[in-house]
Nanobody, 122 residues
Framework: QVRLVESGGGLVQPGGSLRLSCAAE????????MGWYRQTPGNQRELVAH???????NYRDSVKGQFIISRDNAMNTVYLQMNSLKPEDTAVYYC????????????????WGQGTQVTVSP
């Protein structure tokens, strides 16, 4: 089995920074794309950023230049550095990963973390 363990959320004032971490643990051969999504009450979960195993990144337009996604392939861990935070960044942030569990399988499995609350408020 595979699980994603998130950490780093919390309460921060506007203009502040937070760094989220997500480690994939368990029976893993290789992790392909890892990413961060966020969700606010009554709204759909939306992509914030993702990064593949080769380091190619994609960001939603509203966080470009503000958030930085990175990963440590050896540790199967993805990070999200969030700077200049605004109240509208308040949400539950979820980690997501596509995982190949076996070296002989071409099938990847998609996993979600449990979510971590980020609150930006004075």
């Amino acid at each position: 089995q595979v699980r994603l363990v998130e950490s780093g959320g919390g309460l921060v004032q506007p203009g502040g920074s937070l760094r989220l971490s997500c480690a994939a643990e368990g029976s893993i051969f290789r992790v392909n794309v890892m990413g961060w999504y966020r969700q606010t009450p009554g709204n759909q979960r939306e992509l914030v950023a993702h990064i593949d195993s080769g380091g190619r990144m994609n960001y939603r337009d509203s966080v470009k230049g503000q958030f930085i996604i990175s990963r440590d392939n050896a540790m199967n861990t993805v990070y999200l550095q969030m700077n200049s935070l605004k109240p509208e960044d308040t949400a539950v942030y979820y980690c997501n990963a596509d995982v190949f569990r076996d070296s002989w399988s071409l099938t990847s499995y998609n996993y979600w973390g449990q979510g971590t609350q980020v609150t930006v408020s004075p």
